[in-house]
């Protein structure tokens, strides 16, 4: 039972346009959701989150939406670089619980230049 | 701070030896995570440590698998015996209480022949 699904296993964006990548939940228990970004060997990095108190949330480059009624989260990049081509995953996590977060299966990214 | 150490960056091993995969947290965290990726199941969380002390190991696959916290710098991850099965890339991640942005480490790639 997938609590977090990402549909879209890849997506390719010219660079200087947006990406939007989404992300979709099924469990009403959650209230914190992330994003966060993997390169090849790495391990994920944090990138950007929101509380469900909001309904979006803004850093550089970066945006993520939250649509609650609809379960639904989508990270928007304005510019797209080449530097950003890595696996996206989105996360999901309840404060009012335990603080293990549940993983999207990942979208990769890739910046044509 | 160097982040989250974990080593070895690569395990070989053959099937139905014992394997120990080591996670030193960044220093003041005391949350401690070890998640597996695999192409089919993504990335899920194994066992989560709070203060030391296993608070969820549920994700835990089997009884051949085990983690210890002996210290708030050290973790370890042990499979025995390990099976082709458990191939897969193991991340150990911590994080701060209060927040849920957990950080990475790069991961151990175990390969089980």
């Known amino acids: 039972d997938q609590q977090v699904k990402q549909n879209s296993p890849s997506l390719s964006v010219q660079e200087g346009r947006i990406s939007i990548l989404n992300c979709d939940y099924t469990?009403?228990?959650?209230?914190?959701f992330l994003w966060y970004k993997k390169y090849p060997a790495e391990g994920p990095t944090f990138l950007i989150s929101?509380?469900?108190?909001?309904d979006k949330n803004e850093d550089g480059r970066f945006t993520v939406f939250l649509n609650k009624s609809a379960k639904h989260l989508s990270l928007h990049i304005v510019p797209s670089q080449p530097g950003d081509s890595a696996v996206y995953f989105c996360?999901?996590?309840?404060?009012?619980?335990?603080?293990?977060?549940?993983f999207g299966s990942g979208t990769q990214l890739t910046v044509l230049p | 701070d160097a982040g989250v150490i974990q080593s070895p960056r690569h395990e070989v091993t053959e099937m139905g030896q014992e394997v120990t995969l080591r996670c030193k947290p960044i220093?003041?965290?005391?949350?401690l995570f070890w998640y597996r990726q695999t192409m089919m199941r993504g990335l899920e969380l194994l066992i989560y440590?709070?203060?030391?002390?296993?608070?969820?190991d549920s994700g835990m696959p089997e009884d051949r698998f085990s983690a210890k916290m002996p210290n708030a710098s050290f973790s370890t991850l042990k499979i025995q015996p390990s099976e082709p099965r458990d191939s897969a890339v193991y991340f150990c991640?911590?994080?701060?209480?209060?927040?849920?942005?957990?950080?990475f480490g790069q991961g151990t790639r175990l390969t089980v022949v």
């Open positions: 929101i509380s469900s108190i909001k």
């Open positions: 220093s003041g965290h005391d949350y």
């Open positions: 469990n009403s228990m959650f209230d914190y």
């Open positions: 440590f709070n203060n030391n002390v296993p608070i969820d």
């Open positions: 996360a999901a996590n309840s404060r009012g619980s335990a603080r293990q977060l549940t």
């Open positions: 991640a911590s994080s701060l209480g209060g927040t849920t942005e957990a950080f």
